[in-house]
């Protein structure tokens, strides 16, 4: 899966280029479905075909070459693809990228100057890092997901930071006295697993502002006394990044894990999504750096002032070379670019016709 930045590199690469654009929608969940990309990529390339009658022979010769690399790529795949989508670049003389992506794509086949890249971006999410921590007492368990793929990365346990235990005056020999002069032996194991705790818990806080970074999600859960405690390590720029959920406990499974890590990372992207749309809306009608509207967003693309730029997923759907064109001077800007759904599309759509931007500077 690619990148924000390799797409970027890849539209700015090749913006001059007559380049193939596939995208398959691969999520099938009948088994008598799972050849039904098969048929959307021949019927999207009949169409391309039939927009090149009138053209000249060298220009269909290409597009047949390109739409050979693009082919001999899709030959890997017998019947299901592996993922929920299909991507492809293909120029007559290099298969630009291809591979299967995690998340559903539409079914589009474009042979035009430049790369398609108004649709891939739905599955740029997918790049940032979501770090799932499960912990208790004595135990703390770290997944990230990442482009689909989930992966745990660390496993602490409290008893292997005890270190020394002479520095909290606990006796080493076996007896059936603590070793600490008025306290028992229930008393000195529970302080001794206390430190393990505490110290773990620091470790905790470390490798996960390393794993979430600028940008990444957190999502906590565990015992609530533990949660409390991990989050007293926590880095302090989370805001707005970390969601904690009561129901996660440190036994559960990888499958269990996978599943509660995804609702709740989309329950974070779509908190976010309106959290920048209304900081957006409320820069835009007090006349500060913020755009609503298509036509005013594309004004501030031609000044090289977008920050951000938000698209709704249904005017992508409705507009899909308009919004191309809105992604591709984005990308030639170095913007980033946000594809909403559900509630921030319908209030996008209301608000800015479906188009708005947070602006780099007010002329």
């Known amino acids: 899966m690619l990148t924000h930045d390799e797409l970027v590199d890849l539209y700015r690469t090749h913006r001059q280029d007559r ?6 929608n691969g999520k099938a969940t009948d088994f008598a479905e799972r050849s039904a990309w098969r048929r959307h990529f021949e019927h999207g390339v009949s169409e391309a075909r039939k927009r090149l009658e009138g053209v000249e022979e060298s220009e269909k010769k290409e597009f047949e070459q390109a739409l050979d690399r693009v082919q001999k790529e899709l030959q890997k795949f017998d019947n299901f693809l592996p993922g929920n989508g299909f991507v492809a670049f293909a120029t007559p003389s290099a298969l630009i990228h291809g591979g299967a992506i995690r998340v559903p794509m539409p079914d589009l086949v474009r042979w035009e100057e430049g790369i398609r890249v108004a649709p891939y971006v739905r599955a740029l999410k997918q790049e940032r890092p979501v770090v799932t921590v499960l912990v208790d007492s004595r135990r703390a368990r770290i997944f990230e ?8 990365s660390l496993n602490l346990n409290a008893e292997t930071f005890l270190g020394d235990l ?5 006796s080493k020999r076996p007896t059936a006295h603590s070793g600490v002069r008025g306290k028992t032996g229930t008393d000195a194991a529970q302080k001794f ?9 620091k470790k905790l806080g470390e490798t996960v502002a390393e794993a979430v970074g600028d940008t990444g999600h957190l999502v906590l859960g565990g015992t609530p006394e533990a949660v409390n ?16 959920q009561s129901g996660l ?29 209304g900081e957006v ?56 670019v946000e594809e909403l759904s559900l ?11 479906g188009v708005a931007a947070r602006l780099r500077y007010t002329l």
């Open 19 to 24: 380049v193939l654009s596939v995208y398959l």
């Open 145 to 152: 997901y990442r482009g689909g793929e989930l992966s745990e």
């Open 166 to 170: 002479t520095d909290i005056n606990v």
């Open 193 to 201: 697993l206390n430190v393990g705790s505490e110290r773990m818990m």
């Open 229 to 244: 405690q991990a989050r007293t390590q926590l880095p302090g720029n989370l805001n707005g990044r970390m969601i904690e």
């Open 249 to 277: 406990r440190v036994e559960m499974s990888d499958a269990e894990v996978r599943t509660a890590l995804e609702q709740a990372a989309s329950e974070l992207n779509q908190s976010n999504q309106e959290k920048l749309l």
């Open 281 to 336: 809306e409320d820069l835009a009608k007090s006349g500060g750096r913020g755009a609503l509207g298509a036509e005013t967003v594309e004004q501030a693309l031609r000044e090289a002032r977008v920050d951000t730029l938000l698209l709704s997923r249904g005017f992508i759907r409705a507009n899909p070379d308009y919004a191309d064109h809105l992604v591709g001077a984005a990308f030639e800007q170095h913007a980033e």
């Open 343 to 353: 509630n921030g599309a319908q209030r996008l759509d209301t608000e800015g016709e």
